[in-house]
């Protein structure tokens, strides 16, 4: 399975922009685009005039290093949007968004997309009662997510039980039941319920050139 293995800061320094991949650490002091605004390298400090090839550049690199995808299938998200109905870049936004992964992050499972992808290789949730380890397996309206009953009493679990467990806000188009390893897809999300810091028109313009 390929995925991306090196320093995570690295990627929100380069970007210039806060992708939470470390998790807690993304809203605390420690946080190296806080401590370091300019981009890694030798002459990242060096400022830059963006022309138009490099805005659309960093706006796909940004969409995917926020969900964790590679180029490969990162293209092969766009050509199907392209092919679907609407509009291109709600239709490329929404499908990242279904991925298995982003949903486990989201109802607020795992601490990051990297370590949501980890736990579903590793089989830790069910989709309507089966286990599922594909990452990208895109979920429907519908769906039940839930923890495995295999799983539960691994200690990543645990502490989302109780008075002390996190809070985390789940988005509209899915609803997490309290106290409890289980959430549902109760609808598709629409490009309003995306909080990506993207603007997906230029990701859009840099594929159909």
Sequence with gaps: MARYTGPACKLCR???????????????GKCA????????GQHGADVKKMREYGMQLREKQTAKRYYGVLEKQFR????????????????????????????????GFAMTRRQARQ????????VNGRKVDIPSYQ????DV?????????????????????????????????KNALKGTVTRL??????????????IVELYSK
Aim: hydrophobic content about 40%; overall charge neutral; aromatic content about 8%.
């Design 14 to 28: 380069r970007e210039g922009k806060k992708l939470y991949l470390k998790g807690d650490r993304c809203v605390s």
């Design 145 to 177: 997510i839930e923890v495995a009953e295999s799983s539960r009493s691994s200690e990543i679990f645990k502490r989302l039980l109780g008075q002390d467990a996190p809070v985390f806000l789940i988005p509209a188009w899915m609803e997490r039941e």
């Design 119 to 126: 736990l579903v290789s590793h089989a830790h949730f069910t």
């Design 76 to 107: 092969g998200y766009y050509e199907s949007a392209a092919a679907a109905p609407g509009k291109t870049g709600d239709n490329l936004l929404i499908t990242v968004e279904r991925r298995l992964d982003n949903v486990v992050y989201r109802m």
């Design 33 to 40: 685009l806080e401590r370091r605004t300019s981009a890694p």
């Design 189 to 202: 999300p629409a490009r309003e319920d995306i909080d990506v810091p993207v603007e997906e028109h230029l």
């Design 139 to 142: 979920v429907k309206a519908g």
